[in-house]
């Protein structure tokens, strides 16, 4: 009987003494948390888009010497996430003085790759293309910058970018950065499962060179396949391609067949075609949600919403 006696005190004592220091690990947790709590949650606020919050406790931490340079960045990219959703051009001159205080000397490798983001995104902001989409590039091609997760955001900010520098090109410096971007993209279309920002703007790019014939076919292709590259986005990568189909496509095909003729009945024509194929394979309707032409530059910006380094 003293031997069942001591083994259940024992065991008493363990279960004492495990509770103790359950406390004790609760407790340092705690403590841990509260000391990085403004600079956690500043993170935590802006992966979740809550960025009035992410602002405010990145003002915070960045009082903090330690945190100083993680919290301006956090700062920056939370700052031009409200610029995304409320258009505010104060926010974007706040946002490049964050980014441009930060020392990237003492920043964790995730962090230099988001700093790196970050000067991207500005650049795009700012209307500078050519130099967001050379940024962009070494984020795709340098190992590790970017997560599996992102690299769809990456590569759609990186087209968009280079569509708009194409743009903004004459003609024959037009159709070469086009080329440039369609070499991109068969690439990015030969790595994996199909994606809807390569989907999208392979077609886009086909049309950028003057191939209209192959973006039309690349346009219905992706849209007949689009629930199943996309997913619950289904719907809105066909209404991206409808768009692309009507308003750029149909037209520049329709001018290129018909030169003398009559572009215009080519082009309803067309936009028959079109609208039976849509019928035959899908709801028929236009699936709109909204934008314009190409993908508008609240769609794109937006589009990039990669998670500050936790």
Known sequence: MAGVRTTQGFRQQVRRLMASLLVVVCGVGSMAQREADPLTRA??????????QAVAL????????????????????????RFRLVGDVADV????????????????????????????????????????????EVALDRPGMVTAAQRDRVLEWWAASLDRHAQLAPDGERQ????????????????GPASPVVTYWLAAAARGVDDPDRAWSLAIAGWIQAP????????????????????AIIPERARRTAPDGDPEALKAALASEWAAIKAKWGSGGREDSGGGQRRS???????LSASCPA
């Open 297 to 303: 530059s609240a769609a794109i910006v937006a589009a």
């Open 228 to 247: 199943a590259i996309a997913g619950a986005q289904g719907p809105a990568l066909r209404a991206d391609l409808d768009r692309l189909m009507v308003d």
């Open 43 to 52: 993170r935590q606020a802006y992966n979740q888009q809550e960025f009035d």
């Open 58 to 81: 990145a003002v915070e931490a960045r009082q903090t010497p330690a945190w100083a340079n993680s919290a301006a960045l956090v700062l920056s990219r939370s700052l031009l996430g």
């Open 176 to 191: 070469m950065r086009y080329g440039r971007l369609l070499a991109r993209l068969e690439v990015e279309s030969s790595r």
């Open 93 to 136: 001159a706040v946002a490049r003085q964050a980014l441009l205080s930060v020392d990237p000397s003492p920043l964790l490798v995730t962090e230099k790759a988001e700093l790196h983001l970050g000067m991207a995104e500005l650049l795009f902001v700012d209307d500078q293309f050519g130099a967001a989409a050379e940024l962009f």
